[in-house]
């Protein structure tokens, strides 16, 4: 059965989109759609605007002629506005002006027997043969592989011809369009490319109800230019992983030596450089595998800050608006803003707020004077299983004291670091000394006693300010 698109997405269902992120990375996918996460960066921006042109209007596809002739006889109205009456069974199929095959942009279908939801870029539908080939548009070049295209954008590509097959049209191949190169990549919907579809499909929509979040890539390139890397993070979650399964294997008496090795660029063959990353390093001389750095988007969003008094936060679009007394005395554009800083008698729209909250843009009430009274914000992150697992944890001792533990462990080692990068003299010799010491007593601490921690800390924090002043340069 297929049906008509809504607005509102059913729970059990997916969209294409999905399909493509959730091959893409699973843990990209459970971000997005399960905890409802999202930041833009140049790729997501440059993405937008080259699907701007599909996007601006709906389109309808015309109905398919069944091979049983179960709809012959019918008048179809055509995406352009046409209507033509087809032959009953036995008479010629094609009439006398037979028309060209029907372009659709942006058409949006949905099945029942998938649970699949989607909006085709491009649809090259021909009713009288029952043909229609998809066509998905992508921002990026022609990949230099045999396929010469990569595995979500085929699956993607395979979920809409599955859309338009329950839609009663053949659906044999399917065109990618890349921008960055102006050229189509035909892909053929084998029965292989179907089966993993489909599956794809099953474990997505199993995915959208899953409690916990999936294990990051392993040093895949796919992580560069991802937007959520930096939420994400995946080598340094990945290095932690494995920094607990070698802690749980070890005894824990056994010694860490800390060194400073050299940290990994983009070049594996450049010199050695002053500042230096510090590395874990065990009795056998064995150095951690170092991290990759990925460096997430800048964030070019700023706090907007609206103190005229009498003044009105207003919206126009994607833009804020300040105006008294009728006339426009300041503005920013939405993705430019971060936060709005109200001070004062300063009023802001039922329009402007709802449109702040929809983007999670937060709106901070302060007195003239800048005393804090509030915030609005919306409903923010959707996902109810983090939060509860973090009420779980906040209220498990066991689980504070290992939290703490490791806080407190990387803000010593991150004390001793800067140390070496930035002291001399004695006294920055005797605290890097110290903190070393007290490093390799992270595993001797007492076990249930958080009072020990923050001893602990206290101790690295009384080495590392007596030898703060070794770090400030005079003349």
């Not at 070890?250 to 450089?273: C, G, L, M, Y």
Request: charged letters at 25%.
């Amino acid at each position: 059965m297929s049906v008509a698109v809504s607005s509102t997405l059913p729970e059990d269902w997916i969209t294409v989109d999905m399909v493509n992120r959730y091959t893409f990375c699973p843990r990209l996918f459970h971000l997005m759609y399960v905890q409802g996460r999202w930041e833009e960066n140049e790729h997501t921006l440059e993405g937008q605007d080259v699907h701007r042109r599909v996007d601006r209007i709906d389109h309808l596809l015309p109905e398919a002629r069944l091979s049983d002739g179960s709809e012959e006889g019918e008048a179809v109205e055509l995406a352009n506005g046409r209507t033509r009456k087809r032959r009953k069974s036995g008479e010629e199929a094609v009439e006398d002006d037979d028309p060209p095959p029907e372009i659709a942009r942006s058409v949006s279908l949905g099945s029942d027997e998938l649970g699949l939801l989607g909006k085709l870029d491009l649809v090259s539908a021909d009713p009288e043969g029952g043909e229609a080939i998809p066509v998905e548009t992508k921002k990026s070049r022609v990949p230099n592989t045999p396929e010469r295209s990569y595995p979500p954008e085929r699956v993607q590509l395979m979920a809409q011809g599955l859309l338009l097959r329950a839609h009663g049209y053949r659906s044999g191949h399917g065109y990618l369009y890349f921008a960055g190169s102006r050229s189509r990549v035909r892909v053929e919907f084998t029965e292989a490319l179907e089966t993993e579809t489909r599956a794809v499909i099953a474990a997505a929509r199993a995915a959208r109800s899953a409690e916990t979040m999936p294990p990051p890539l392993e040093d895949s390139p796919k992580c560069w230019g991802c937007s959520l890397c930096g939420i994400c993070l995946p080598d340094e979650t990945n290095a932690l992983r494995r920094e607990a399964a070698q802690a749980f294997e070890q005894p824990s008496d056994e010694a860490v030596e800390i060194t400073p090795v050299r940290s990994q660029s983009s070049d594996d063959h450049a010199p050695e450089t002053k500042n230096q990353e510090p590395s874990t390093k065990n009795r056998a001389g064995d150095a951690g595998p170092d991290v990759r750095r990925l460096y997430p988007a800048r964030d070019r969003a700023m706090p907007f800050y609206v103190q005229e008094q009498g003044a009105k936060v207003g919206k126009s679009g994607e833009r804020l608006t300040v105006t008294k007394q009728g006339e426009t005395v300041g503005g920013a554009r939405l993705i430019e803003v971060s936060q709005v800083i109200l001070l004062g008698n300063v009023q802001v729209s039922a329009q402007a707020l709802h449109l702040l909250m929809e983007k999670a843009i937060p709106v901070v009430h302060f007195s003239t004077g800048g005393w804090f009274h509030g915030l609005s914000h919306g409903v923010g992150i959707e996902n109810a299983y983090a939060r509860s697992a973090q009420y779980a944890a906040a209220a498990d001792p066991q689980r504070c004291l290992r939290f703490a533990t490791g806080a407190v462990r990387a803000k010593l080692a991150n004390q001793r670091a800067l140390l070496l990068r930035n002291g001399s003299g004695p006294a920055r010799e005797a605290a890097v000394k110290a903190l070393a010491e007290r490093l390799r007593r992270r595993d001797r601490l007492p076990p249930g006693d958080l009072a020990s921690v923050l001893g602990w800390e206290g101790e690295g924090a009384a080495h590392y300010f007596a030898a703060f002043s070794s770090m400030l340069k005079t003349g």
